[in-house]
Nanobody, 121 residues
Framework: QVQLVESGGGLGQPGGSLRLSCAASGSIFRLHAMSWYRQAPGKERQLVAAITSGGSTNYADVVKDRFTISRDNAKNTVDLQMNSLKPEDTAVYYC???????????????WGQGTQVTVSS
């Protein structure tokens, strides 16, 4: 059983910062790419940022130069530092990880439960 647990959401002010964290636990043989997605009301879930096990990153254009994704492979965690927040960043943010639970098993994608981020003055 694998779990992803997010933390750090809440209310942020325009121009301010928030930091999200996600911890993977359980049966983890190998942790591959980890990502953050977000879903605003009435919209589809979209990729915000992703990071490979080797540390290569990619970002959605709308958050590039404002958000930074990082990971700690020893702790099985991934963080999202969000700076210069905008009201349009308001959404539920989901952590996502591709995990091989045991040798010889295929990797599977796991999702966290989501954490609300609201940007408002």
């Amino acid at each position: 059983q694998v779990q992803l647990v997010e933390s750090g959401g809440g209310l942020g002010q325009p121009g301010g910062s928030l930091r999200l964290s996600c911890a993977a636990s359980g049966s983890i043989f190998r942790l591959h790419a980890m990502s953050w997605y977000r879903q605003a009301p009435g919209k589809e879930r979209q990729l915000v940022a992703a990071i490979t096990s080797g540390g290569s990153t990619n970002y959605a254009d709308v958050v590039k130069d404002r958000f930074t994704i990082s990971r700690d492979n020893a702790k099985n965690t991934v963080d999202l530092q969000m700076n210069s927040l905008k009201p349009e960043d308001t959404a539920v943010y989901y952590c996502n990880a591709d995990i091989t639970a045991a040798p010889l098993l295929p990797q599977s994608r796991y999702w966290g439960q989501g954490t609300q981020v609201t940007v408002s003055s």
